[in-house]
């Protein structure tokens, strides 16, 4: 059975969609089978990967709204084994027409459980609120990722995520696991990044991720070319990064799982 991950946080620009589309890319080139849904309005995962707006047909709007299957909505990426449910702008709508629709915090569950046998993790993009639907990937996923920027007002904001993810454990998701903090977008030549970093493992501890995204000029440049980081520059210090929180994550589900054996 897959791993359904969300990536979170309702504050922009911290590297959501860099973190999923690069992330979902290593653990395909890890020869994992990944599916990514681009559960953010601005489609910016989409267009990552190549994708042209204008020609999308289905996208995840289509499965949560007008409830087609999710298979009619996944595309192929330009790596084996990495595909993709498309966004569109038309997911701005979709908080408003989900209001009334019963049980409505759970429609990307039913949407995306039956896709769980296709895939060894799904990983879910989300927008940068914390609206209807970053509760409804937060509902669906078996844990989140936080990325949090290393720079000043990082911890800003993520008291409120931290609630909705305590309401949601409590009412819609008690499985629901933060995976860890994963601190982006750092510069080693500034000292508050540092500091940053010092911050964020004194709080979190064992929930932040050892390895840390630097900033990089391949890194930045690889959507303008529609392309994860790895196949623009494989060489890169990010690409190397995301290669490494891939292996991190697999070793950290990997021994939580080895634990829940040995407690049984």
Do not use: W
């Not at 911290?14 to 559960?39: F, M, P, Q, Y």
């Not at 409804?136 to 949090?148: E, G």
């Amino acid at each position: 059975m897959s791993k359904i991950i969300a990536i979170a946080n309702q504050k922009g620009g911290v590297g959501k969609t860099t973190t999923a589309v690069n992330l979902s890319a290593s653990l395909a080139v890890l020869e994992h089978r990944i599916l990514l849904v681009d559960a953010d309005p601005q489609a910016n995962s989409t267009s990552t990967l190549g994708f042209e707006l204008n020609n999308i047909q289905n996208s995840i709007y289509e499965c949560l709204v007008e409830r087609i299957s999710p298979r009619d909505a996944i595309l192929n990426t330009q790596i084996k084994g990495f595909d993709l449910i498309p966004s569109h702008i038309d997911l701005v709508g979709a908080e408003i027409e989900m209001v009334k629709i019963p049980d409505r915090e759970q429609i990307m569950k039913s949407t995306i459980s039956n896709l769980r046998d296709d895939y060894d993790f799904i990983i879910i993009d989300c927008s940068p609120s914390l609206g209807i639907i970053t509760v409804n990937a937060l509902t669906a996923a078996d844990s989140v990722i936080i990325p949090v920027q290393c720079e000043y007002y990082a911890l800003e904001g993520l008291g409120k995520l931290l609630n909705t993810i305590k309401i949601i454990q409590a009412k819609l998701n008690p499985d629901l696991i933060i995976e860890g903090f994963l601190l982006a977008m750092f510069d080693s030549r500034l000292r508050l990044s540092n500091q940053v970093v010092d911050e964020v493992r004194s709080h979190f501890k064992d929930m932040v991720f050892d390895t840390v995204i630097q900033r990089n000029v391949k890194l930045a440049e690889a959507p303008s070319h529609s392309k994860p980081v790895i196949l623009y520059d494989a060489g890169s210090s990010g690409a190397a990064s995301y290669l490494n929180l891939a292996r991190e994550l697999i070793q950290r589900i990997n021994k939580r799982q080895l634990e829940k054996q040995n407690n049984k």
